[in-house]
C-alpha cells in the first residue's frame, strides 16, 4: 500500500510533441503529490506539486492532473526540448505539513527528448 | 543549486566497513532527511532529523545510524557494510514550521561502492 508505480519506464519524445508520464497509489492517506526531476550526477530537483484538493496543476509547460477517485496522477511536458531529458520520479507523501515529509518515490522515467 | 551540500562525493569501501557520510543543510532549514537511490530506481527514505533527534525512520537496520548538529549539518553512518549498500545517498534539507514541513531541496548526494 505504499507503492506508487510509475510508467513507463522510459520515453522517447520528439522536439516539440507532449511527455505523458503516469503514477498510480493506492493509499488514500497520501495527501502531497510532487515530481522530481533529476538530471545525471545531480539529486533531485521539485518539478511540480499538487494536493488532492484539486484536480490539475500548472506551471509552465508543466501541468499535473490528478484523479483522486481512480488514485492516478500524470505529468505532462507540453513542447518539450532536449534540455529536458531526464529522469522524471513522481512521489507521494502522507501527513503534509506535519512533522515529517517522508516521500514514497516512484520508479522514474527516463526521457529522451530528440533534436 | 539547492544549497545543500554532500561529502564526499565518491567514496569506495570494502564489505565490512564502516561509512561516514555528511550534509550541510540549506541555510534556514531546521530538518535533515537521509534518503538511499539505488542505480535505476527512485530514492527511499531512510530517516529523517529534526531538533537533533530522529523524526521518522524507514525500513532500514539499525546498522544505518544519523546524527543532525546544533548548527543543522548531519552525518549518516553505516556499520558493517554489504554490497548491497551501494548506493548513491541523498541529503535533503528542509524547514518545519508551525504551519508543518516544507519542500525538500536535495543535495548532489554521495555514491558509495561497496566492494
Known amino acids: 500500500q505504499q507503492q506508487v508505480k510509475q510508467s513507463p519506464q522510459s520515453l522517447i519524445v520528439q522536439k516539440g510533441g507532449i511527455s505523458i508520464i503516469n503514477c498510480a497509489y493506492e493509499?488514500?492517506?497520501?495527501?502531497?503529490f510532487p515530481w522530481y526531476q533529476q538530471f545525471p550526477g545531480k539529486g533531485p530537483a521539485l518539478l511540480i506539486a499538487?494536493?488532492?484538493?484539486?484536480s490539475e496543476k500548472k506551471e509552465g509547460r508543466f501541468t499535473i492532473s490528478f484523479n483522486k477517485s481512480a488514485k492516478q496522477f500524470s505529468l505532462h511536458i507540453m513542447d518539450s526540448q532536449p534540455g529536458d531529458s531526464a529522469t522524471y520520479f513522481c512521489?507521494?507523501?502522507?501527513?503534509?505539513?506535519?512533522?515529517?515529509?517522508?516521500?514514497?518515490f516512484g520508479t522514474g522515467t527516463l526521457l529522451a527528448v530528440q533534436p | 543549486e539547492t544549497g545543500v551540500t554532500q561529502s564526499p562525493t565518491h567514496l569506495i569501501k570494502t564489505r565490512g566497513q564502516q561509512v561516514t557520510l555528511r550534509c550541510s543543510s540549506q541555510?534556514?532549514?531546521?530538518?535533515v532527511s537521509w534518503y538511499q537511490q539505488a542505480l535505476g530506481q527512485g530514492p527511499q527514505f531512510i530517516f529523517q532529523?529534526?531538533?537533533?533527534?530522529?523524526?521518522g525512520r524507514g525500513n532500514f537496520p539499525p546498522r544505518f545510524s544519523g546524527l543532525q548538529f546544533p548548527n543543522y549539518s548531519s552525518e549518516l553512518n553505516v556499520n558493517a557494510l554489504e554490497l548491497d549498500d551501494s548506493a548513491l545517498y541523498l541529503c535533503?534539507?528542509?524547514?518545519?514550521?508551525?504551519?508543518?514541513?516544507?519542500?525538500?531541496?536535495f543535495g548532489e548526494g554521495s555514491r558509495l561502492t561497496v566492494l
Open positions: 535533503a534539507s528542509s524547514f518545519i514550521s508551525g504551519s508543518g514541513t516544507g519542500e525538500l531541496f
Open positions: 493509499n488514500t492517506a497520501f495527501d502531497y
Open positions: 499538487i494536493r488532492p484538493d484539486v
Open positions: 512521489a507521494a507523501s502522507m501527513n503534509y505539513g506535519g512533522a515529517t515529509n517522508k516521500l514514497i
Open positions: 541555510s534556514g532549514h531546521n530538518t
Open positions: 532529523y529534526y531538533r537533533e533527534e530522529e523524526n
